[in-house]
C-alpha cells in the first residue's frame, strides 16, 4: 500500500516557504531584542489561511467530486507563496522604519 511520489510539490516552492518562514522568525527575534514587537499583520494572516487550505488540499490530494485537489492545493500553495514573501517585505521595512526611528531619538 504504497502511494506514487507523482505528481510532487516542487522544491523551489519549498524552499521559499520554509526560507519565509526562517526570515521572519530571524526578523521577530532581532525585533524582540530590540524592544520592539512585531505584530501579526493582515497579509501573514491570509498568507497562514491559504497555506492551510493549499496543505489540507494536497493531503487529499485525487481527484473527488469533479475537483483536483492537488492541482488546487499547489495553486492555494504558490499563492499563498507569493502573499507571504509580500507580507515578508512588509514585516522587513516595518522593523527597519521602527528600528532607524528609534536611532534618531537615542
Keep these: ?3 506514487d511520489r ?3 510539490m516542487p522544491g523551489w516552492l519549498l524552499v521559499l516557504i520554509v526560507g519565509r518562514e526562517f526570515a521572519v522568525t530571524g526578523l521577530r527575534g532581532i525585533a524582540a531584542s530590540e524592544g520592539i514587537v512585531l ?3 493582515t497579509s501573514g494572516k491570509i498568507k497562514m489561511v491559504l497555506q492551510s487550505i493549499g496543505v489540507h488540499a494536497l493531503i487529499l490530494h485525487y481527484t473527488y467530486y469533479g475537483v483536483n485537489f492537488h492541482a488546487f492545493g499547489m495553486v492555494m500553495l504558490v499563492v499563498a507563496t507569493i502573499v507571504g514573501v509580500w507580507s515578508a517585505v512588509e514585516y522587513h521595512v516595518i522593523l527597519f522604519r521602527a528600528m532607524s526611528s528609534s536611532g534618531d531619538r537615542g
Aim: aromatic share 0%.
Design 1 to 3: 500500500a504504497v502511494m
Design 6 to 8: 507523482e505528481p510532487h
Design 39 to 41: 505584530a501579526a499583520e
